[in-house]
């Protein structure tokens, strides 16, 4: 199993341009969750989802979109790109037993850069 | 909404036992998790406390207290590879809400 898998894992944007991140997980997880951290930070969450067709923001939602037409996949869309945006984007998903066990997994992470 | 204090860094030897502590104050709680991130890695998941007391994984435990909101990350035998950043993480809802974390640095 692959896990969760992101793309692009670098990307460098000027401002206003728009991008989507992809994340797709191969678990069957019932839950998937955008994070970003800024350097030297903890993760704030962006958006989530608890199953397709539903999503929820989170604590920074501002600037971004996300949508889950399937299990799998959990597109996070940036629009108009703002030197604010720069960081490191983490996907994450988890099973209904994440409410036992605390854990989530994530994947390997993508590095935005916003000039 | 949450909030979460845990202190910045650590310095210690190898061989050594550090401690990171970690308060929350919460709107929810389900539990309160730990992760190790190492630089330009992904969070990867150490230990998980629901309830009061200790867990013990290999040569870390965590520990957790309730009615404190309170709860500690124990790093015994320290490694050089243990240098990493750690976050404690409140579940509430599915939703995991995390640290600013804590920087470890192990020196032989």
């Known amino acids: 199993n692959a896990g969760v898998t992101q793309t692009p894992k670098f990307r460098i944007l000027k401002i206003g341009q728009s991008m989507t991140l992809q994340c797709t997980q191969d678990?069957?997880?019932?839950?998937m969750y955008w994070y970003r951290q800024d350097p030297g930070m903890g993760l704030k969450l962006i958006y989530y989802?608890?199953?397709?067709?539903?999503?929820d923001k989170g604590e920074v939602p501002n600037g971004y979109n996300v949508s889950r037409s399937t299990t799998e996949d959990f597109p996070l869309r940036l629009e108009l790109a703002a030197p604010s945006q720069t960081s490191v984007y983490f996907c994450?998903?988890?099973?209904?037993?994440?409410?036992?066990?605390?854990?989530?997994?994530f994947g390997e992470g993508s590095r935005l850069t916003v000039l | 909404g949450q909030s979460l204090e845990q202190p910045s860094e650590v310095t210690a030897v190898e061989g050594a036992i550090v401690q990171i502590n970690c308060t929350y104050q919460?709107?929810?709680?389900?539990?309160l998790s730990w992760y190790q991130q190492h630089d330009g890695g992904a969070p990867t998941f150490l230990s998980y406390?629901?309830?009061?007391g200790l867990e013990e994984t290999g040569r870390f435990s965590s520990f957790l207290s309730r009615s404190d909101s309170y709860g500690y990350l124990l790093l015994q035998e320290l490694q050089m590879k243990d240098s990493a950043s750690y976050f404690c993480?409140?579940?509430?809802?599915?939703?995991?809400?995390f640290g600013a974390g804590t920087t470890v640095t192990v020196r032989a």
């Open positions: 994450a998903s988890s099973p209904r037993e994440s409410l036992n066990t605390g854990e989530l997994f």
């Open positions: 678990m069957n997880h019932n839950y």
């Open positions: 989802s608890v199953g397709a067709g539903i999503t």
């Open positions: 919460t709107s929810g709680f389900y539990g």
């Open positions: 406390n629901a309830l009061d």
């Open positions: 993480a409140v579940m509430d809802d599915y939703k995991l809400s």
